[in-house]
């Protein structure tokens, strides 16, 4: 029943009405263009395995700095790379450091949110202190600094991310949790002589998960960002996986040489029109829950 609360707000793009308005466009728009990018990222190895896509840290032999062409259609980096397969193969890096990220943040902050919303007392004071002191921290600063301390990696990167956003979803399934349960049912339940864990999650759950899909989205959206800043700065994935922030940074030095633009322009664009996708849905589902809630 809880699942079925927290899809509810992605089930109602199913039910838009016959001339949709003009947000409820633009949402269908980024719930396309983000299963674009997802379905790119599952598809990618398959399309390197029947040729399609070369291997994404492949040094070419034709060398370094080729245009675009009918042989590489984004061209070749100042390493040699094929620009057109690692633009591509990004987004699985993307959406496997997202999915991981966001997943983690939701399993921690959702459940913490809940406990303490719900016990209050000492325990919440200092859950409350700790969250508040993380949130305060620049989410790029933190992750920066995680990402010294937890190396790199698909799974570190998405720990360094994950810890920056895991008070987002406890400030607000907290709060609402505060205000659920001194209704009637949950009042009910204790009278009835329910147990702690089963209130939580069989009926304050329902009512202060609902929220969360909008979280997701956004973060998700604000994740990508971040993974390319970290990037950029030489600490993400390693060297040879194709992410789009390290070929950002790559692509300086081709800048620099003056003419070779290729090497920036693809995967900073690929890396903005995610960004734009899951943006685009995030907006689009907050406006169905408030929907919902009037």
């Keep these: 029943m809880a699942a079925s609360r927290l899809l509810n707000p992605l089930f109602g793009l199913f039910k838009l009405a016959e001339r949709p308005s003009l947000s409820q466009k633009l949402t269908w728009m980024g719930a396309w263009m983000t299963l674009f990018f997802v379905s790119l990222a599952i598809l990618c190895p398959v399309l390197q395995a029947i040729g399609v896509l070369q291997d994404p840290s492949e040094f070419l032999a034709n060398g370094p700095h080729q245009p675009p062409s009918a042989a590489h259609w984004f061209g070749t980096s100042r390493l040699g790379y094929d620009v057109f397969s690692r633009t591509l193969f990004g987004s699985q890096a993307a959406v496997q450091v997202v999915i991981l990220a966001t997943a983690l943040s939701l399993a921690i902050g959702v459940p913490l949110g809940m406990v303490s919303g719900y016990l209050g007392g000492r325990l919440d004071r200092v859950l409350l ?125 081709a800048l620099a040489t003056g003419g070779i633009w290729w090497t920036a322009l693809f995967p900073g664009l690929a890396m903005t029109l995610m960004v734009v996708s899951l943006s685009l849905l995030g907006e689009g589902l907050s406006e169905l829950t408030e929907k919902r809630q009037r």
């Excluded at 920066?144 to 607000?172: K, S």
Aim: aromatic letters at 10%.
């Design 129 to 253: 202190f700790v969250m508040d002191t993380i949130y305060t921290l620049p989410g790029l600063l933190l992750s920066v600094t995680l990402a010294f301390v937890v190396g790199r990696g698909v799974f570190n990167a998405a720990i360094a991310l994950c810890i920056a956003y895991i008070p987002q979803y406890f400030r607000v399934v907290r709060n609402q949790t505060v205000s659920v349960k001194t209704e009637v049912f949950v009042e009910a339940a204790q009278a009835m002589g329910a147990s702690t864990w089963r209130i939580l999650w069989r009926y304050l759950a329902q009512n202060v998960i609902q929220s969360v899909p909008v979280i997701l989205t956004l973060n998700a959206a604000d994740a990508i960002l971040v993974l390319g800043g970290l990037g950029f700065l030489g600490l993400g994935l390693p060297d040879e996986v194709a992410e789009w922030g390290h070929d950002l940074r790559g692509a300086l030095d």
